[in-house]
């Protein structure tokens, strides 16, 4: 049964999913017009700019971007924020150039593949979150509009940004395990960065004599590039998690239609489980997000339109992606 005229969510980012656009015939009945493209344009490249400098502030916090804002708030001087950019502006700049271009591939990935398949879609949104987050973005979303994709397209355009992001952020994981230098000014605060698999299995090729080291990581050791990777195979493990409209959803929806359904309730009641077992709560936000948007993944235009055995294959080896970026204790203090 299609639910077309419904609304409904696709979530292409990190955190945040926001909710496509309606058909043709529903946005006519409106009384606004929507978003013209080339406002949309323009709206898409200030959001990515302001993601570039809340990315850079937060590698000049060493990320704890709140650290020199409090010490300037408490000194009633500025002379802390100036001495953390004049001390940290390079580190800072090689996290945030580093964390965007794994953001800018993986969001791509997934927007010329609308462009290939004729998808109506907005341009890459990247989010800012500017002073409170460690790593100054909550990631980037594409709207897409409902209903045009068939089964075997929404599993290619959900997989595309993971795969393109992991191009790019293999290399910057490397520079950042070989190049190890930390920020000169360190903040008094200090949190311990959980390594994921993939990044130990990195350092144990690369530097086996120092590969203990990356087990896990204090944030005033790690380097600007280590922890561009880090993001951005945090960023890739959290999407492709097999839930509602993630980009692990759109691959589960391919792999298995509406029987995804139940994959979607089993992966939400571990990752809900681990968490209150854990006691980690920065997943939470994401979790309630997800349960917004809905475990069940909407109808494509062609449910029965078949994968064939190679993207199969793909599909169901992608979604082990979570257990290799996602490190078990991804953020602590010491």
Not at 199 to 221: H, R, Y
Not at 224 to 236: E, I
Not at 306 to 323: D, H, K, T, Y
Request: with cysteine.
């Amino acid at each position: 049964m299609s639910n077309a005229g419904q609304p409904r969510f696709s979530g292409e980012g990190f955190l945040l999913a926001c909710q496509e656009m309606q058909p043709e015939a529903q946005v006519a009945r409106q009384p606004t017009p929507p978003t013209s493209p080339r406002r949309m344009r323009r709206i898409a490249l200030w959001l990515a700019i302001a993601t570039v400098f809340s990315t850079f502030w937060a590698g000049v916090g060493a990320w704890v971007p709140t650290a020199p804002i409090m010490h300037a708030l408490d000194s009633g001087s500025l002379m802390p924020i100036r001495q953390a950019l004049l001390a940290n502006w390079w580190e800072g700049l090689q996290f945030s150039l580093g964390l965007m271009a794994i953001l800018v591939a993986h969001e791509l990935g997934h927007y010329v593949l609308t462009l290939v398949y004729r998808v109506p879609s907005t341009p890459p949104l990247f989010i800012p979150f500017p002073f409170l987050s460690p790593i100054g973005t909550m990631g980037a979303v594409i709207m897409m509009q409902s209903g045009t994709a068939d089964r075997k397209q929404i599993f290619d355009i959900g997989l595309a940004g993971p795969l393109a992001g992991l191009v790019v952020a293999l290399p910057v994981l490397i520079l950042g395990i070989v190049w190890a230098d930390p920020v000169p000014l360190a903040p008094d605060e200090a949190l311990v960065m959980g390594q994921p698999l993939l990044i130990q299995w990195l350092a144990g090729w690369l530097m086996p004599d120092k590969a203990s080291e990356f087990v896990s990581m204090a944030n005033t050791q790690a380097s600007p590039l280590l922890m561009a990777g880090w993001v951005g195979l945090l960023v890739t493990g959290l999407n492709m998690m097999p839930l509602g409209q993630l980009d692990g959803g759109h691959v589960a929806f391919g792999l298995l239609g509406p029987k995804s359904y139940w994959v979607a309730i089993a992966a939400f009641s571990a990752a809900l489980g681990y968490m209150l077992y854990s006691q980690i709560m920065i997943f939470s936000l994401m979790l309630v997000l997800v349960l917004l948007m809905g475990l069940r993944h909407p109808p494509s235009s062609d449910d029965t339109r078949a994968l064939g055995i190679p993207r199969q294959i793909i599909g169901w080896l992608s979604l082990v992606l979570p257990l290799l970026c996602i490190p078990a204790n991804p953020l602590s203090p010491i």
